[in-house]
């Protein structure tokens, strides 16, 4: 059994996090951290878990975190994880942490989109938490950087077309919806349940923080520098990503040829899942699960391929994804924790 | 008072017909068909018009509705309303069409999308009723094809990129959501509650009818044929349909030039609300009303301007325009019977 | 023309004051005040009505309210309400009063649920605004008390019964569920979108302020002390209250009998409207209009009898009926302002 | 191992049997049936299964069930259930029924509530599938009774009451609230997703089919006939039903002994969970599992006691209570394959 500490438990992230770990086979939840929880017991924030857990809340703190736990999965904000992942790892630790601060490679992207960085030496070191295409390099790190959400579903999404080049990098169009889950547990009047429901609405258009995260994998699978159009919208459900991605063929290709390709690019991948000709991924179809589902469509009027791929963003967008990386990080089974189906209705 | 029938009105557009001209001043309903609920009273069918209205519905007779009405609306299906719209309007009478039946210039595109057509020289006299565009035309015509949701979003998002030449028009890629009613109140498995909820798909993708009814109208305003990347999705909610647009600006121009041009193009115009910078559409802003709203983004980046535009599917997307129509064929003041506000939330 | 200010402008009921408002015939909103968006156009706050109004909320301040209308509703919390109501009532103004600060006859029962009272004197003066029961009344009133949600459904749903004792006085349960915007627009993490979504729970069982304001009101028609069962619930939607009132029945009455008192009490009422034998209310039937529809049904195996009543919180048990309560007041015919039908689906 | 078939797996029950028992850790699914689907694949019937399971539904015959199983579930509705589960018995197979066939003791009150009984002998001999109440019963037994989902949230909710003689047992007022799974799957306009969302209503209002089965087993418990009011609602929600449970108190009883009670009645049950003084059971904090949740309340004003029990309709109230009968049949830890905890938000 491996020890695990969760800092930053008490939003959804973390919550999720607890519902995964406490049926996992391997593992241990030994510490759980929020400011804004300090003493109070689990089930008390999350009746959900009433009866399953005695644990209560600790302010973070490294000492105890450290003392109690192998491994750490950070669920703090970006900029917060930053001053205490350090020091976690210098005590020996291994790191999984689900903000955005150590997912790039360039300091100055991180710097222009976020903030200012005090750790970026940790950048070369952190590894992109996406196992589909860093499995390797993430068995033996100290720092998995978990992927965002929409970039999850975006870059899985193209991964095939890029590696392949069936496409004009610079013609990308991501449009990517959003359950609400995705904006966290903050209070805002924004998120009113009355603001919300019965509405649908595009918001940071052309200026989302997943932009250059997106665009940097994106670069790396095309072997040039990708400018992508990304816009994200808000779905009136709790849960899912659905993107529908467009890009400009460069070769002639069947839709047989394409999703053969897709098939053949994910064939070990039990978490990614394919669909056949005609059949389009719903978010209803991977609510509560770790799959990420794509569909494939080719236009021949437009010479588009359009790609529509769906995901949990609490799941695989998140907490499950981390719980991917935790169990190659140990050597444990990669779907340990995370084997669960779908929930529908 | 003119009188009005409405053919085919036991559908959600047929509701939403009786809705509104049941509170129109100029206007009495004096038969509503429906071959499933013949002989059933409005208030049966539609418990919401409890009180409210007498009538019960007859079978479709063209000698019943013209008999009894100045103006017909029909409501039917493509397909079944060019059989019963040639005689009715031989007999004198005019009528506001929501089918796709008199929709397009050019009979063999109708074909290719849809099916054989049998009074294709009525074609060329019907009015494309969107009043933005037509007005002129609509004063005088007996015959108005009311255009159909997806369309009245995207043309009225592109018509001032077009007319300006701003963008090229072979860029377009555009990304609509749709309420459930859009689907109609056919009984079909995929619109169980319980299928929708807490569900997001796209559908039909690259292969929606509305598809050659957008690029006719595009191609109008941009001067040449323009082919279109067109993607539906739905969203679960009753109402409401929100298309994010994207294309290529060709020259330079700054957020605030754009935003000066939509305003100036629509500025006569009642219906179209023009948004500030920074600020997007919802479509829980126009649920229950005849407004189109539109934001615009300019993306320096990409150099991809981003128009979202906003509808009720069952106001301004059907219902709404056609009383709008009504107004303009009859000449009363073109808010008549639908000036009303937003439900919100 | 009337001149209207509505004092606390800024929440779900204020919003709604002025969608109505907005579209009487017979009313000019002259003044709208928040502490919160002082100086914020209505537009910034409310984008559902862009392009509909110039003003600007101002502070709350007796004096301008008073110089620029004839007629003021307030929708201030309670408490806060009673601050302000005494001196625009000296100011010559008339009143409608959305809180709970005049719907009392005995101070004693406001100070045990809610707090001190500071002009209890008023109490005597105010009429409780509940026009089917107590429109002679208002008609010449300085002060209107409008009632609440929850008792609007219940109190209009059991009056023929205690009336006609036909029942128990004191078997009464009412079994209440409402759609979230009853909380109001205030920023509570139990009223984010994730934490409604999909929930369904009880509240303030027991306990909820509303049960002695009912209870007032079927004691007075009872002609006895009543104290009853009140449970609310929330239902994740918008709008709308949905109440299930279980009595016991003293004599014997079929179910016709039954429905035909109901039809006869409520005779002239254009804002109730009583069912047929077999079928009963639903929320979405009322959404967005000022109706109270009411269904009965007779079980003769328990000798209950259950009578559902369902009205939209924002317009009948807010909103619509201050409208009413105006039209009252100011003598327009009782519709004005309120006559739209519903929103459906 | 031991294999199981389902048959009549073609709707929500059926669906969920097969996600629970495709991680069971000790069952092989051998076969599926379904007259609908005859051919198809799991996954083309349901794309969640996509990747998981390569079984093809069957038509419904003993011989094919009965030659790959052991245990047989029969999902097919009351009175197409009696025809098959005799035959299944006799060729030696056990069953779990989750109609209403053989939950009846009397077959009178069967053949009044629903048709003629064909096979009235095994009602004898079939157990109330209820492990909380019947679990010794059912460890030997051939045949079990899964209860309906209403009269679990509702026997749960007032066994201890009743056991205890705390209440007066013709007092009972059930309001039941449930979402639409409820419904099943079935093709039908009032179960659309227009008809349905944004709705709430009563339906059966006295005459709903499971309130005999209620009855029932509440008379066991109270040791004399009751008769009850229940009342079931439609929330729009995918799953879950919520029951608020009136009674008078015979006896003084604070509200703390009244827990005390409960927690000591369900001490030994995994699967039930008493809620601490002032917390009251939402469904969304059992969704997807097989808890059934309870809070208590007594208001000293009426001597009522208030009663909120929750379940996941389809797990605890339909396919995890099931294979819950099935663990308990087979001698397996009773919570195989039903351990997993709330899909929060």
Known sequence: MVRVAIIGASGYTGQELIRLLLRHPHVDITALTS??????????????FSGEMDLR?????????????????????HKVAMDMVPEILERGKKVVDLSADFRFNAPEVYEEWYCGHTCSKL????VYGLPELYRDQARNARLVANPGCYPTSIILGLAPLLK????DPQSIVADSKSGV???????????????????????KIGQHRHTPEIEQELSLLAGEEVVISFTPHLIPVNRGILSTIYSKAIKDISQSELIAAYTEFY??????????PGLFPNISYVKGTNFCDIGI???PRTKRIIVISAIDNLVKGASGQAVQNLNILCGFPEGSGIESLPIFP
């Open 267 to 276: 064939e070990e991948e039990r978490f990614v899942r394919i669909y056949p």
């Open 164 to 167: 392949n080049k069936t496409i």
């Open 297 to 299: 469509q080719f236009d």
């Open 57 to 77: 809340f600790v302010p973070p703190s490294t000492g105890t975190v450290c003392d109690t736990s192998d491994v750490v999965f950070s669920a703090l904000p």
């Open 123 to 126: 950048l070369k070191e952190a």
């Open 181 to 203: 889950s995705g904006a966290g547990r903050t209070v805002a009047m924004e998120h009113l349940f009355c603001e919300v429901d019965q509405g649908f609405k595009a918001y």
């Open 35 to 48: 400011r804004k929880f300090d003493g109070m017991s689990v089930s008390e924030v999350f009746p959900v």
